[in-house]
Nanobody, 120 residues
Framework: QVQLVESGGGLVQAGGSLSVSCVAS????????MAWYRQAPGQEREMVAS???????NYADSVKGRFTISRDIAKNTVYLEMNSLNAEDTAVYYC??????????????WGQGTQVTVSS
């Protein structure tokens, strides 16, 4: 199994920048994709950015050009650098991992979440 622990987050003014990070532990050799999701109050959880071991990245349209996901595979860590933040980015940010389990890919591994609040 894989455990994920996020850090970072906090309060930032609109237009500012913030970074969050997530360290994986356990059977990290099983990980293929690490991703960031977010969930704002009253809304569904949505994918923000993902990056595979091969380096393939995906971003939600709402964050393209503002957010950057990176990984240090040797350190089992994924980062999310967030720039030009606005109030709509306020949410709990969750780290997610997709691992090989029981003959298939399973992405039901989550961190505890870290709050990002953007003040306008």
């Amino acid at each position: 199994q894989v455990q994920l622990v996020e850090s970072g987050g906090g309060l930032v003014q609109a237009g500012g920048s913030l970074s969050v990070s997530c360290v994986a532990s356990g059977s990290t050799f099983l990980i293929n994709v690490m991703a960031w999701y977010r969930q704002a109050p009253g809304q569904e959880r949505e994918m923000v950015a993902s990056k595979s071991n091969a380096g393939h990245t995906n971003y939600a349209d709402s964050v393209k050009g503002r957010f950057t996901i990176s990984r240090d595979i040797a350190k089992n860590t994924v980062y999310l650098e967030m720039n030009s933040l606005n109030a709509e980015d306020t949410a709990v940010y969750y780290c997610n991992a997709e691992i090989w389990k029981n003959g298939g890919w399973n992405n039901d591994y989550w961190g505890q979440g870290t709050q990002v609040t953007v003040s306008s």
